[in-house]
């Protein structure tokens, strides 16, 4: 149950790699939608203002169309220039200012603002019936005969008609520039103000909710970028730890030659399992490989490969090199048989070991003949080899074991009274040979033979 629930949270570099890609694609999704909100955002705000700014023309309009009216119809009472009145009716009957400024109110649903401008225009058409009864008055005062049709529908009151041509001129005048006229174009006035004041706050309502709606728009994106960099940051650390960093510490271990370890994600645990199966069958079949290589297959000391390995690392200056072979090893062979002298051999080698420390090496370089390097004994005394060479002929005489007593003969070198590896073998032979000369059982040293 353990291992499942173990198992069960292992992670997935590719499980990683697909979450990774989705949360992307989900957060590119989200940042998609909230910069088309956002664009939708600017497009509202850039509308209003442009509505804005045709509300607050439209509003000026209507004032400007009023004033213009008033301008032209006042020139035309003090000179009675027929060319102002031409202007004037030109600019209430085909310029319709003031009707296009009331359409545009309408069309861009500014109600309360509309109702002003409704107001103001009712005033100036108030005011155009006392602005067409002066034109009438000037008309008729200066005989004036071409002039529009509407000027005929007016009528003016019995005392205004036995006027005189210039009592008309003063009374028109007086018409559109008392008080009354004046205060009706403050009601405009002021009609036209409220109503700009009505677009500027429509204006800011709706400024202010765009801008509400972009400054939440732009905290999303924040977010969301926020988010992005976190999951970024999340996933490259998990597939770092995951990953990455597994990989490399494996290509320190194959670099050192040693197993991986199993850890990581599940495809690098997979590779790493797979790996160290194969690393401990290659290390196995190398090490099999190499003592089967460097050791004698009988006796299980270095065989001469070895010998000749361990001659070249060896430090020769700190070495004893100690040459000894089976004294009538041929005898024995021949009166006990091959079978028994390879005992005999076993015995020696496994006696060597006993005698001998782990760090010395042993080696079988051919039929009865045996080296032994005893390293890091530069400053090793002649008795205790001595000793040694005596306990090894002590161990070998002794028959319990069910063999034929045997001896040895030794030829000893000190590595540091020789030039080279060559020159060491040559003189440890040379000191076994006089071993050899002078009977069985016997040990030189090679400086005891100059």
Known sequence: MNKFS????????????IWLVGTMIVIAILVIFATFRMTNTFMRLAEASEDHTELEKAAHELMDASDYLTERVQRFTLNGNRTYMDQYFTEAFESNRREEAIERMRMEGATSALENLKNAMAHSVKLMDQEYYAMRLVVEAKGISVHPEVLDEVELSVEDSELTPDEKIRRATELVLNDD??????????????????????????????????????????????VQVLSLIFMLRLTSLLGINPILRAVDRIKEEEPIQEVGAIEFKYLAQAYNKMYSKHASSVEHLSFKAYHDELTGVYNRAGYDHLLASLDIGSTYMMLLDVDNFKGINDTYGHETGDKVLIKLARVLNTIFRDDDCICRIGGDEFVIFMVHSSGMKKRLIESKIEQINTELQSTDDGLPPVSISVGIVNGKDVADAENLFEKTDAAMYESKKRGKQTYTFYNDTE
């Open 6 to 17: 173990f198992k069960k949270r292992e992670l997935s570099l590719r499980r990683i790699h």
């Open 181 to 226: 006229y004046y205060e009706q174009k403050d009601k405009i006035r002021k009609e036209m103000q409220e109503s700009i004041r009505e677009v500027d706050r429509l204006m800011e309502e709706v400024r202010n909710r765009e801008i509400t709606r972009l400054r939440r728009d732009m905290g999303f994106v924040h977010v969301v970028l926020l």
